[in-house]
């Protein structure tokens, strides 16, 4: 069973930073797109970074040149670095793999960022 776990939220306030890290454990033969998203409450969850298989990467707009996405150094691990958090960051975020041809999604880590 394949299983994925964020960790790595908390409580911070504006302009600090933040490392998200999910991990993938269980039967895993490769990991394709990996992909952030968070839902703030009352809103729909919403992209945040994705990083294809290739290497490449794209962020939404709102989150350009703050936060970046990366495969971690440990096997089945990915990071999403967030600087310069802003209060609109806070949200539930939400780790999201292609495992092997089925997409897997994590519980999801609060992020609250205080003014």
């Known amino acids: 069973q394949v299983q994925l776990v964020e960790s790595g939220g908390g409580l911070v306030q504006a302009g600090e930073s933040l490392r998200l890290t999910c991990a993938a454990s269980g039967t895993i033969f490769s990991i394709n797109n990996v992909a952030w998203y968070r839902q703030a409450p009352g809103k729909k969850r919403e992209l945040v970074a994705v990083l294809i298989s290739g290497g490449s990467t794209n962020s939404a707009d709102s989150v350009k040149g703050r936060f970046a996405i990366s495969r971690g150094i440990a096997k089945n691990t990915m990071h999403l670095q967030m600087n310069s958090l802003k209060p609109e960051d806070t949200a539930v975020y939400y780790c999201?793999?292609?495992?092997?041809?089925?997409?897997?999604w994590g519980q999801g880590t609060q992020v609250t960022v205080s003014s």
């Open positions: 999201n793999a292609d495992i092997d041809g089925s997409y897997y």
